[in-house]
């Protein structure tokens, strides 16, 4: 049997190895491992471990289980002495996995597992308690199929949920005879393992016993089912929730949700959107989270009460074209560090959790969805999954022990989302969804302008005012309808409802009652019935009778005569000045610059407060700006190959430098870097006598470095040598050297 470290045999493989295991566990590229020991040292660690286990299969697991029961952390186990029932290739790939990630190392006659892996694997892999030493040898089937039914269903109820259970009966161990309970019984007859007075554990023979002697699972097949439809289907739901977001941003700039004191938005709000779309709470959520996450709304937490409202990026985005628009959101959503889906359900206090509050917040989440979407991606194109809840028991194989409580939740939510916004559609992802998943967001947005039906520049007028329109309308089209009708329901075809209430909107935003008739005119292949033209006609007539107006100063004065002279005075012009009786003149013009001016041209106006009391406006002082609220740092993106290439080859200069024999060596002195006379001697000794130095240093990261070079130039401040086994030339800034030393050519 190999008895070889974790380190020997990362030094031992070849480049190959060492940038799989980097790839497989980037967390061990930062920072920078010097050599293979430093690699090897950060590879056992137990929180790096059991993040590489997060990602094992659920037979890859079962038999990292089974190593770690045979002691292999502790002695190298040969891999044959693992029988799960399953062929030993199985058992060699999962072997080889385990290899890739630096869990275990060593050839197939001893297998060797870093000792973090018995914390990391967790306490109970595949659901499996630990054996117990009185069950060997026992047979432990025939055992459970005596047990009387109530025995059998606690047994049953721990391999289902679980090993490990809380109870009142573990007390004692009692003898067979005295034993009362179901649980007590269990104890006596040793098909139970009592761990303290409240806790039992279903030992591992019993669960294998009820699971048919194996723990070995195949991963599960989900049903799947063949669409036709699922393109347009998934075009269908983007344009309504399209619809849907334009009508909340039209909502929140009439009249902005006011942020909760705690953060998020309030019930009454959620409400109040469903209510008007006509959509489901969890739809709500999901639609108000992705107008903050796609950064169409944002609190305005400057004000004294901080509002949720449009931003002018949404002016922008309501102007892009249907598929940009949809492409905007989908990103938004592959990338939102939020779980709409538990906004409003309650925590362990029974606490209502906000939409738009940090209650929400899981960095995970696009991980998650992710990890759905692949699933997806990988089945033919127009392949959907009939069930969720198949689809979660496939993740939950292949992640066991990713996701949490909310782990098959997630799976559900997401294909939810995923439908809503038409990513995936019949349980299929669509083809902009797969475009947005492999080729990123102009790819996606191109793909679904493809798939959306083409818009139409014509509506259908009904003889019951209401408007037809038999599919995506011409976006100026659709803004002139939206502004005279109001919709009634939406869909493949969308139907609108003119009465007097829209269509008196239409005249406040400056429609006469001749726009009005020619927009329907032309744009209806339908004759326009009588009694829409008489109404539009009878609203304009009572339109516009009484007129109102905004302004920001007025100017009063008891004598006509000097109200008269400024308004004729050049500066009224400027000023904007208008009368509006023989003593008043208003203007929008802020009343500081009117008195400024006014004063200029020679007139003595003052101001006055609410009461006529007059009030000095003159500036208070100087203000300053805000402070701007810092910038959220994402978490560093994993090497990429050029990275890993470079790493490997450090580290393998570090290795060949730590085990050099090294002589006669200077250490620089503390503060003053490498630039003595002792460290310049030394170099250029060797640079003259044609051997290798062994060098330390600290790289432009920070990082302590080992390499040994053949000095052939020192001067201008670095050192250039040559690697004596690749012939690499590097160059070495000299005040990043701290130690030198003559490397001894002897055996």
Known sequence: MSGTTLTDWLRAGDDDRLAAVLRARPDLATPRPANSTVLATRAATRASVARAAEGLDTFTLAVLDAFLAAGADQEP??????????PPERVSAAVEQLRLLAIAWGDDDGVSLVPAAREAGGLFPAGLGRPSPGLDGVDVRAAVAELPEDERNV?????????????????????????VTPIQRLLARGLLTRVDATTVELPRQVGLALRGDTVVMDEPVPRTKAHKAVDSTAAGAALEFLRHMQTLLRMWSDEPPQVLKSGGLGVRDVRKLTKALDIGERDAVLLVELAVGASLV?????????????????????????????????????????????????????RVLAPLSEDLRRPVAPLERGRVLRVLADLRAGTGIVDPDELAALLAWRAPRRGGRLRDEIVRWTLAEATAL????????????????????????????????????????????????????????????????????????????????????????????????ELFRVHS???????????????????????????????????????????????????RLRRIAPTVLVSPVPITEILDDLRAAGFAPAAEDAEGQVVDLRPTGRRVQAPVRAVRRTAPKAPDDDQITDIVHTMRAGDRAADSKRGR???????????????????????????????????????????????????????????????????????????????????
């Open 77 to 86: 186990v040969p891999s044959g002495a693992i029988d799960l029932g399953v």
């Open 155 to 179: 047994l049953g109820k721990l391999s289902e949920v679980g090993p490990v259970g809380n109870t009142k009966d573990a007390a004692a161990v009692l003898p067979l005879a005295e034993a």
């Open 298 to 350: 944002a609190d305005n937490e400057a004000a004294a009460n901080p509002e949720y409202v449009p931003t002018t990026h949404s002016d922008l985005w309501q102007s892009a074209s249907p598929a940009n628009q949809w492409a905007t959101l989908a990103t938004a959503w592959l990338d939102l560090p939020r779980l709409p889906g538990i906004g409003g359900l309650r925590d362990a206090k029974e």
């Open 422 to 517: 038409g990513v995936v559609a019949h349980g299929a992802l669509s083809g902009p969804g797969r475009a947005l998943l492999e080729e990123g967001t102009a790819p996606s947005a191109k793909r679904m302008a493809e798939v959306m039906p083409e818009p139409i520049d014509h509506v259908l007028v009904q003889a019951d005012l209401t408007v037809v329109a038999p599919g995506p309308l011409e976006p100026h089209l659709a803004a002139r309808i939206s502004e005279v009708a109001d919709i009634e329901s939406a869909g493949s075809a969308t139907v609108y409802r003119v009465g007097e209430i829209s269509l008196r909107r239409a005249l406040d935003a400056g429609r006469s009652a001749g726009d009005l008739h």
């Open 525 to 575: 292949r339908t004759p326009v019935p009588q009694s829409l033209t008489y109404l539009i006609d009878d609203v304009a007539r009572r339109h516009g009778r009484l007129r109102g107006g905004a302004t920001a100063s007025f100017l009063r004065c008891d004598d006509p005569a000097l109200i008269a002279e400024v308004a004729a005075s050049p500066a009224a012009v400027a000023l």
């Open 665 to 747: 060596s200077v250490t620089a002195a503390a503060g003053s870097g490498a630039n003595t006379a002792e460290t310049m001697a030394l170099l250029q000794e060797a640079a003259r006598a044609h051997t290798t130095v062994w060098v330390g240093l600290v790289d432009a990261h920070g990082v302590a470095r080992q390499r040994v070079l053949e000095p052939l130039r020192i001067g201008g401040g670095i050192l250039e040598g040559r690697d004596p086994t690749t012939e690499e030339i590097t160059r070495v800034p000299l005040h990043r050297i701290t130690q030198a030393a003559l490397v001894d050519p002897s055996p």
